[in-house]
């Protein structure tokens, strides 16, 4: 008998604002500035892409560009995009 399977989707798996932000802290302090872009398409597809996108000012469409794999979103789209998801940036010493 085959097993079937079928691809994970770490989208599908943070369901509280807190699974979010362990995410993408992990994200943002083990992996490269791709990986955080593609932590927070992870997250914004997470809590809706629409929601995000509205709440950061910006079109659906926008957002799902300046997040794709060959995205390059400004640092004004990621802050705004960090803020609708009930985020902040800040700055901290090592």
């Given at each position: 008998?085959?097993?079937?399977?079928?691809?994970?989707?770490?989208?599908?798996?943070?369901?509280?604002?807190?699974?979010?932000w362990?995410?993408?802290?992990?994200?943002?302090?083990?992996?490269?500035?791709?990986?955080?872009?593609?932590?927070?398409?992870?997250?914004?597809?997470?809590?809706?892409?629409?929601?995000?996108?509205?709440?950061?000012?910006?079109?659906?469409?926008?957002?799902?560009?300046?997040?794709?794999?060959?995205?390059?979103?400004?640092?004004?789209?990621?802050?705004?995009?960090?803020?609708?998801?009930?985020?902040?940036?800040?700055?901290?010493?090592?």
């Amino acid at each position: 008998m085959m097993i079937k399977t079928k691809p994970f989707d770490v989208a599908e798996h943070l369901e509280t604002d807190e699974d979010v932000w362990e995410f993408l802290a992990e994200a943002l302090a083990t992996g490269t500035t791709s990986d955080f872009i593609h932590a927070l398409n992870t997250a914004a597809r997470a809590k809706g892409m629409a929601e995000v996108a509205g709440q950061a000012g910006v079109t659906r469409a926008s957002l799902y560009k300046s997040l794709a794999e060959d995205g390059n979103p400004r640092f004004e789209t990621i802050s705004k995009i960090v803020e609708a998801l009930g985020g902040r940036l800040s700055i901290a010493g090592r």
